[in-house]
């Protein structure tokens, strides 16, 4: 099988976020402190992620925060390389989507493996962060 050609791009474009934080500030919270918590629906018991203030089965509003901990298994991933104006000063990133017990999906970047490295099915574990201003985020990282 012939080896697909790298691509190398970098073309402005720019992303707009407006997320209400109101009633899912635990999530952020928790991070900061390292844990990784979603909601869960205390009506139907359908977990989400990203948390929802409304579940997206049966639409109501009453949930508990479950910690969803920090071990997971990679579906898929994508190696971007034509980045957003946001990320141009980064070289190319991974992107991947994790799968944690119970079938919680999860997208987030990988960080810490070459490209040539990665393989679905590989464990991962997720890691909370903080931006140069403080903001919380969180990472894959290999286990």
């Not at 635990?26 to 979603?38: D, I, P, Q, S, Y």
């Not at 298994?73 to 991974?94: E, G, K, M, R």
Request: hydrophobic content about 40%.
């Amino acid at each position: 099988m012939a080896e697909m050609p790298v691509l190398h791009s970098r073309r402005s474009l720019t992303l707009r976020f407006d997320i209400p934080i109101s009633k899912t500030h635990e999530f952020w919270n928790a991070l900061k402190e390292g844990r990784f918590v979603t909601t869960k629906c205390s009506k139907c018991g359908n977990v989400s992620f990203p948390p929802q203030a409304d579940c997206p089965k049966c639409m109501k509003n009453e949930f508990v925060w479950v910690n969803v901990g920090p071990e997971a298994t990679l579906l898929t991933f994508t190696q971007v390389q034509v980045a957003p104006a946001s990320f141009t000063s980064n070289d190319s990133y991974i992107i991947a989507i994790g799968e944690f017990p119970g079938s919680l999906k999860v997208l987030a970047w990988l960080e810490g493996v070459e490209p040539k490295k990665v393989k679905p099915g590989m464990k991962l574990r997720v890691e909370a962060r903080a931006s140069k201003e403080g903001n919380p985020y969180y990472v894959f990282l290999p286990n």
